[in-house]
């Protein structure tokens, strides 16, 4: 079945559906790790929204034309939210990873004009067709890996007309846009000043009407603690929501300016200390962990035990992107959270599925099996849910609704 989600949908008969508990967001600290777990359940939707979820045997007479999925073999979970990636690009950077497994650093090779700033080469020579194509092509990958909401950064242009392209193409592949204008300084500029006098006054006034948030990556040899505050002043004053890249690779000050300007979100941390940690779990910002760029660009992983235990919240993302982390599966950032940041496969799922949605102001709509949410379902095709996390690198993702429509199955690869 496919089409615009107006038919009723009943996915029967599955094995198991799993779903974060209640009704809040952020998950902190033990509602975490909370789930609603029915055995021989069903998920009934109408319209694109989910009516209502329970046990076979409680299942309501049904009048009407009713479509039905048969779930059996498979468990339920909530489409996966990814909250973090760069999918607008053009190229890759295939030599870079061959270079970096023969000892280069991602800093050195940033630093020589590589890295980042190769594909804004690349994705600057591409036509907006192109770049839409290739949004396109990349959130047929996520979805294929149950990830059914996506934001997805600009980054890669850092022109007027390149970052805008971006930011219309991740909407148009359905995409959540964020405008990422603080990602590098572009060789036509000396320093960070005069590129952000620039994009401040060139493109955020666009920007600011495409984008629903801002992002910097503040960092050495990218953006410093000063230009970034300029640059996250500017675009709340216009409107947007902010975001940062922060303490990837040193302790930056990423987390206190994040605090001090109420952003929603502060994304990596693989640096971040005891202190930060601390400063966290006393604010309303989200830690976004990235466990695929840490193991793609062999660094430490981040302290995520501390921060959950400490209360803060943090949500799971894939940073899909061409140089430090080309992934696109959530279920294997499940897997990296279970192995690597001693997460529970409970606390995983909140992660990327309630507390990602957090992040993106859609909590209310997207990241729950729950009456009123919308239907986008992962059907995975184990007896368990937690094979999620457990079957690493497998091929777990049976079949995706999303708004009410099966838009993939394994055996159907049915097109989104
Ligand atoms: O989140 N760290 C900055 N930005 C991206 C990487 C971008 C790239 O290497 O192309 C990240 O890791
Ligand atoms: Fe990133």
Redo the contacts with the bound molecule.
């Keep these: 079945m496919s089409g615009t989600g107006a038919t009723r949908l009943l996915i029967r008969d599955l094995e198991q559906l799993v779903t974060p508990a209640g009704r809040d967001a952020p998950l902190r600290g033990r509602a975490l790790a909370d789930v609603d777990w029915l055995d021989d359940a069903y998920v009934l939707c109408t319209g694109g929204v989910i009516d209502s979820v329970g046990r076979m045997r409680d299942l309501p007479a049904l009048d009407g034309d009713v479509v039905e999925l048969d779930g059996s073999g498979h468990c339920a979970i909530p489409g996966l939210v990814d909250c973090h990636t760069?999918p607008s690009f053009a190229g890759d950077?295939v030599e870079e990873f061959s270079l970096r497994a023969a000892g280069a650093s991602?800093e050195e090779l940033h630093a020589a004009g590589g890295?980042?700033l190769s594909?804004v080469r690349a994705t600057r020579a591409a036509s907006e067709d192109e770049l839409e194509r290739a949004v396109r092509r990349h959130a047929a990958w996520m979805l294929r890996a149950g990830t059914t909401t996506f934001e997805g950064k600009s980054g890669?242009g850092l022109d007027r007309d390149t970052e805008l392209a971006s930011l219309r193409a991740v909407a148009a592949a359905g995409g959540v846009p964020t405008w990422l204008g603080a990602?590098a300084v572009p060789p036509e500029f000396d320093d960070a000043d005069t590129y952000l006098d620039f994009a401040l006054s060139e493109v955020l006034p666009d920007a600011a009407g495409l984008a629903e948030a801002a992002d910097v990556?503040l960092?050495r040899g990218?953006f410093d603690a000063a230009p970034a505050r300029r640059y996250l002043e500017a675009c709340r004053a216009a409107g947007l929501s902010l975001r940062l890249?922060g303490d990837?690779f040193s302790e930056s000050g990423a987390v206190p300016l994040a605090i001090e300007l109420g952003a929603c979100s502060v994304?990596?941390l693989e640096a971040t200390g005891a202190d930060g940690a601390r400063a966290l779990a006393r604010s309303d910002v989200v830690g976004v962990l990235?466990p695929v760029?840490a193991l793609f660009l062999g660094r430490p992983m981040p302290p995520a035990r501390a921060l959950v235990d400490s209360g803060a919240a943090v949500a799971l993302a894939t940073?899909f992107?061409?140089?430090?982390?080309f992934c696109e599966s959530l279920p294997l950032v499940c897997s990296l959270a279970c192995t690597q940041l001693r997460l529970s496969p409970a606390e995983a799922l909140g992660a990327c599925t309630v507390n990602a949605a957090h992040v993106l102001g859609r909590a209310g709509h997207v990241g729950r099996l729950a009456p009123g949410f919308a239907a986008d379902v992962v059907l995975l095709d184990a007896p368990d849910w937690r094979y999620l996390a457990y079957h690493l690198g497998g091929d777990v993702v049976g079949a995706v609704v999303r708004g009410g429509d099966l838009v993939w199955s394994r055996s159907r690869r049915t097109a989104s």
């Design positions: 760069h950077r991602y890295g980042i594909t890669y990602h990556f960092e990218a890249h990837q994304d990596h990235l760029s940073d992107n061409p140089g430090s982390a």
